[in-house]
């Protein structure tokens, strides 16, 4: 069953309105937002990706019109739809070519598909862009008149936003910037993409844990062994969870993410120059609500201010994003609204 | 005396007719360009750094008037000048903050001081970002949708125009390529600007000279030894023209150039992802005119082919720049015409 849940009423919204649909390899989000980019109703759907494409962009164009219905509104009332998609894509044909979490889905134009089943133009995106709009749009980056966002989890991604518009680059691999290298070595640490040196090689989920059973085999004294022959799982939040609880390894192994993510930052900066850097995504070791959060982010920024040149030193702004899971939806629609107001 | 040549006649241009100053550490060079970026006239005239900001401001206005009378036009014939500078800038605000070849030259108002003396609105570039456009607008990149141009010298500057539009950076500080890292160590190479593991501390014309050093005490055999006995200067030209006389050490150097280079230039598609990637400067080892040059331009292909996705180890294009010594002046005067047309 799809779960619904409503934000804003709608006498408190302002017209027009905007639908955003962020698929990914487990749900699919679909959210009404109106002209300020708040949520009047939301609902999450399953991908049910061995069920193919056509059979998802159904589902997803039948919830764009739900969604719309459900918050007393009539199609007309929303001129455009927005989508992300995560994984390798070609934007202008509105083509996904081959998502590595969408197992069997090639070469699908998903934007016609669901503009077929919604009867709305659809605005296409990366999945990490239109989180990035979100963010720039309504999140903590909704000061800043230009942004990069990094989403931290199994991979790194990202989205650049100058003045209103994602820089998607000329074949849609704009913002991969988990594949900056940060080490030009051949014996650098292996990608996931399976080329060497990359940030993600380095901050990447798997790479935080292979870093620690790196330095666990190495026979360095933590808590997280106790947990691990406890039969916990070895993971970022596990590592989280015992630096909170005062383990020193633990802690030492989230700071090193952090210096990494710091050198990352700086060539992003000596090449967008944004006015601000976000941080997104299930891995920020607990975010603004936790000790250890903080002193992630403390640390990526002085990483960030002992690299940099002295301007972007003290004038870039370094923060987590604030929309969670909702960033991708509400960018979509955002990216949607964008091109609505352009036209 | 400033030098003048006269490129194409008034009456094969079209019009409207732009100016472009580039002002360097040690030559402001001055050109009338029409509609098309062809050019009628040029000149050159010594800086004089000594001479201070207001006295060169005077000279620049003067040969803006000078260029186009000499072309038999009016002044109402231009609408706009384009104005491109090194260093440090705040860009909005038409200000060079600190340049380090303009030694005096501090926190200088020069949109609005060559705008008082040429009588024209003033659009105001980093010379790098200049040179870019220029490439952009009727170089080799003349048939891309986006680029990245590289300079390679002492320094690594750097353009990136999306779209007609140059990406200056929140800061002013886009497109610094050349401090894009590429080693996060602290024992990685020094750049020139104190940091660690830059990209212009690997393949900057300093840089060059002293992995060069490094490989002639450690003992490698190489007719750049006799050269420099007999009082050549150990420059990035000498090992171009050893490595064309046969030198192996010598393209050995010059190859690991390239390489390093390839390294910068993926972080860059990963990041920017545009359709091209130009390489321009003094230090292009001979550029495509010369067998060193094109093995060099070849290595770095090979290096981006090896490191980056298939999509854009395919399909992005990589090539020297074109335009020469003119690009800065050319992209100037683009730019004053992207903004005119643009209003």
């Known amino acids: 069953m799809p779960t619904s849940r409503v934000r804003i009423q709608l006498a408190e919204a302002r017209p027009p309105f905007f639908v955003g649909v962020d698929l990914g390899g487990t749900n699919i989000k679909v959210g009404l ?4 980019g708040r949520t009047l109703v939301f609902k999450t759907l399953r991908t049910e990706v061995k069920k193919g494409p056509e059979d998802a962009a159904a589902r997803m164009g039948k919830a764009v019109l739900e969604v719309i219905d459900e918050a007393g509104l009539t199609p007309d009332a929303v001129p455009a739809v927005g989508l992300g998609t995560p994984g390798t894509m070609d934007i202008p044909a509105g083509m996904m070519l081959e998502p590595p979490n969408l197992s069997g889905w090639r070469n699908v134009p998903i934007r016609a598909m669901l503009s077929r089943h919604c009867g709305k133009p659809v605005t296409f995106a990366n999945d990490a ?47 991969e910037v988990g594949h900056i290298i940060i080490d030009y070595r051949e014996t650098a640490r292996l990608c ?20 620690t059973q790196e330095a666990l085999a190495d026979g360095r004294q933590s808590s997280i062994t ?32 952090a210096c990494f993510l710091g050198v990352g930052i700086v060539s992003l900066l000596n090449t967008i120059d944004p006015e ?36 972007l030193a003290e004038q870039t702004v370094i923060d987590f994003a604030s929309l969670g899971g909702d960033a991708g939806y509400i960018g979509a629609a955002g990216l949607a609204r964008a091109s609505y107001h352009r036209s």
């Open 33 to 36: 937002v109106d002209d300020d």
């Open 226 to 257: 106790a947990q691990l022959d406890a039969g916990a799982k070895l993971t970022p939040r596990l590592l989280a969870e015992q630096a909170e609880a005062g383990d020193a390894l633990a802690l030492e192994l989230i700071l090193d993410t």
């Open 276 to 311: 601000g850097v976000v941080l997104g995504g299930a891995m920020t070791f607990g975010g603004s609500a936790s000790g250890v959060g903080r002193q992630f982010l403390d640390r990526i920024r002085q990483e960030v201010r002992a690299r940099a040149f002295p301007v």
């Open 129 to 175: 862009g239109a989180a990035a709009f979100g963010e720039y749009w309504c999140g903590s980056g909704r000061h800043l008149q230009s942004l990069v966002l990094l989403t931290l989890g199994t991979g790194i991604g990202g989205g650049i936003i100058i003045d209103n518009l994602s820089i998607d680059g000329h074949h849609s691999h704009g913002a």
């Open 192 to 211: 996931s993409c399976g080329a060497t040196g990359h940030l993600e090689g380095y901050v990447g989920a798997p790479a935080v844990v292979r870093r």
